[in-house]
């Protein structure tokens, strides 16, 4: 970066060079309390970024700013959160994107809660539980048309609580996907898709006869008060 420059944000990208070590010298940071994940990555092309954690203010030793996490990359690519992530604000995949969770901490605390903007998607592995706390706001179809939330392999399961922010679908390819939190649908239908099994023990609320529709062979079981 040149020197003497205000940087408002930025995002580091690797694009498998092995010189890992980036410098910026008389340059002057201010917060943007946001980090963005995959967003160079191709069609299959995965990427793991370890740990995330709250980072250090700009121009500052010791206080942290909350950060937000943004998930992208072309359609088919993933970013594997696999780790006790320990950040606090909002998570937003974004149209294209996937964020494939395979641990139960995998979108950090419960403070800022999950997004997935229409066309992107959350694949769910390895038998985990996502807390009752995160929220997750759902938007669209996913990648594909696959589903924004996936189940691919594994019983998993999403405690907290669920809105759809438009017409939505969610899907189980492997495994049982459970939703036990409450589904508030708006008015918007939610599609359930797949061949292995879906189970919403969470009250519904705000659904209408047509706001459910069940796709595939799987078996779909609604156990919570619908309203």
Known sequence: FPSHDTIDSFALYSFGDSNSNIYCKN???????????????????????????????????SSTTVNAVFIGGDAGSAVLLNEQNAYTG???????????????????????????????AIELTNGITIGSLETLTLRGTGVNSNGALRNTSGNNTWQGNVTLGSASSIAS????????????????????????????????????????????????TLSGDIS
């Open 27 to 61: 340059g002057s940071l201010t917060d943007s309390s946001t980090v963005e994940l995959g967003y160079a990555l191709a069609n299959n092309a995965t990427f793991d970024p370890g740990q995330v954690r709250n980072g250090l203010a700009a121009n500052n030793t």
């Open 90 to 120: 909002e998570t937003t995949i974004n149209a294209g994107a996937t964020a494939r969770a395979s641990h139960n901490e995998a979108f950090g605390t419960t403070a800022g809660g999950v997004g997935v903007t229409s066309g992107g």
């Open 173 to 220: 390819d492997s495994g049982t996907l459970t939703l036990s939190g409450t589904v508030t649908h708006g008015g918007n239908r939610l599609t359930v898709l797949g061949n292995s099994d879906v189970t919403i023990s969470g009250a519904m609320s705000g659904t209408g006869s047509s706001d459910i529709l069940k796709q595939g062979s799987g078996t779909l």
